[in-house]
Structures are given as structure tokens and as C-alpha cells.
């Protein structure tokens, strides 16, 4: 069975940090590049950061950039995205998914439960 689970979501005080894990079970992480992805309330899904497979290249949002950190490591099946200075506006639930983009996650429905922050004031 195909899995990816992410983890280490939880409260935290605004300026605080948090570090999430995105662990795959079922098979190997080691070919994909690793995306994370996350939904505020009452708003869509919108990409944070990218990373390809062998860690090459990295891409962030805008609103994330200079913040947060994303990592891979390959020999543990894991990728990772450190969230430090957080802000209110990065309360959402975060996914990670095997691809840099939305819609071929959306047309493949590979979103598992996801992990939620919150960040309070």
C-alpha cells in the first residue's frame, strides 16, 4: 500500500518553529522529488516548497522564503520541511505529496490526512 504520512504538526506561538516529517511507506522516495503543500481554512491548497530527488534543487513560495527549509533524506524515506518564525498566517493543514505541483497530485487523489499547525498570536 501506498502511503505518505505527515507528522510533527501541533500549537506554536507566533516566532515559534516546527519541523515536519513526511515519511512514505509501500515504496521508495528515492526517484520523486517531494512537494509540500498546505490549506488554510477557508482557503485552497496552495504550494510552500519543492525538492527534487536528489536535493539539487529546492523551491519556495514567496511567503515562506528566508523561513523555511526544505530537506530530504533519501536513506530513511523521508523528507522534512523546517518551519521557523512562524506567523498566524501559516496556520493550515500541510500535506507532502511526490510532486512539485497540485494537479498531478488532484488527478492521481494522493492527498493523505495531512498535518495541522497552528500558529497563534
Known amino acids: 500500500q501506498l502511503q505518505l504520512v505527515e507528522s510533527g504538526g501541533g500549537l506554536v506561538q507566533s516566532g515559534g518553529s516546527l519541523r515536519l516529517s513526511c515519511v512514505a511507506s509501500?515504496?521508495?522516495?528515492?526517484?520523486?522529488?517531494i512537494g509540500w503543500f498546505r490549506q488554510a481554512p477557508g482557503k485552497e491548497r496552495e504550494e510552500v516548497s519543492c525538492i527534487s530527488s536528489n536535493g539539487g534543487r529546492t523551491d519556495y513560495a514567496d511567503s515562506v522564503k528566508g523561513r523555511f527549509t526544505i530537506s530530504r533524506d533519501n536513506a530513511k524515506n523521508t523528507g522534512y520541511l523546517q518551519m521557523n518564525s512562524l506567523k498566524p498566517e501559516d496556520t493550515a493543514v500541510y500535506y507532502c505529496?511526490?510532486?512539485?505541483?497540485?494537479?498531478?497530485?488532484?488527478?492521481?487523489?494522493?492527498w493523505g490526512q495531512g498535518t495541522l499547525v497552528t500558529v497563534s498570536s
Open positions: 505529496a511526490t510532486a512539485c505541483k497540485i494537479e498531478p497530485v488532484d488527478a492521481l487523489n494522493a
Open positions: 509501500g515504496f521508495t522516495l528515492r526517484f520523486s522529488d
